[in-house]
């Protein structure tokens, strides 16, 4: 049966069916209506770091953020951190079911559409090398492939490198995480884009994407997006 629904959602002449509980998906979405409304998504958040916020604080900075400003400019992200959202990323990670991704990456454009400004190109976090061989996939390349063709904006994969294979950030601590990323990516090229979207799967405290946001913005980039499909709360 879940054979027979994952056939139907890689092919693009069937019809959708919903990832998740098996029943017609809606037009553009492998999932449906009911499923789709279960979900835990973000609604009002820090514009610029996507942390959830109180309906009347909704749209303005966060008081982290404005104590220890990023270094990227905006942040959009689907879900909070927690069932059943992060069964989708979970199942696309660890479980190494990519289809996933693709229906990740159409709900992540469907949320971008009609922004105002839309950046030059999409560049997904880099996983280094070990770790993209021993996982078969880079999960943040494979949600960004169908944000970027939704949208229209060039992906660019090699625009960023991961230098160091550092420890996973999951497994250290919030101090630790911002030492353990210092340095670890390396832009590729000159003359990078005025304005790049970073892709990651799940925000967790932020590092990362603010070492990536960092080392793009000494290099002379003016607008850095962070776009994810979760974020953690913490
Ligand atoms: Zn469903
Ligand atoms: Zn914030």
Known sequence: MVYKWLNNIQSRLLPQYCILCGQAGQEHM?????????????????????????????????????????HFDRSVSLFTYEP??????????FGKRLNLARLLGDMLAIRLDG???????????????????SRGFNQSMEIARPVGRKLGIPLKPALLTRT???PPQSKLAIKERRRNV??????????????IAIVDDVVTTG???????????KSGVETVEIWSVARAII
């Open 30 to 70: 492998a999932m449906c209506h009911e499923c789709y409304n279960e979900l835990n998504f973000i609604t009002n958040c820090c514009t610029q770091c996507a942390l959830p916020l109180p309906e009347s604080a909704s749209g303005l900075i966060c008081g982290k953020c404005l104590q220890y400003p990023p």
């Open 84 to 93: 059943p959202a992060s069964h989708l990323v979970q199942g696309l990670k």
């Open 115 to 133: 922004a105002s400004a839309l950046p030059d190109c999409i560049a997904p976090v880099p996983l280094s090398g070990r770790r993209t061989r």
């Open 164 to 166: 160091i294979n550092t």
């Open 182 to 195: 210092r340095g670890a990516f390396r832009l590729n090229g000159d003359n990078p884009p005025r304005h």
């Open 207 to 217: 590092s990362t994407v603010n070492e990536i946001a960092r080392i793009l913005k």
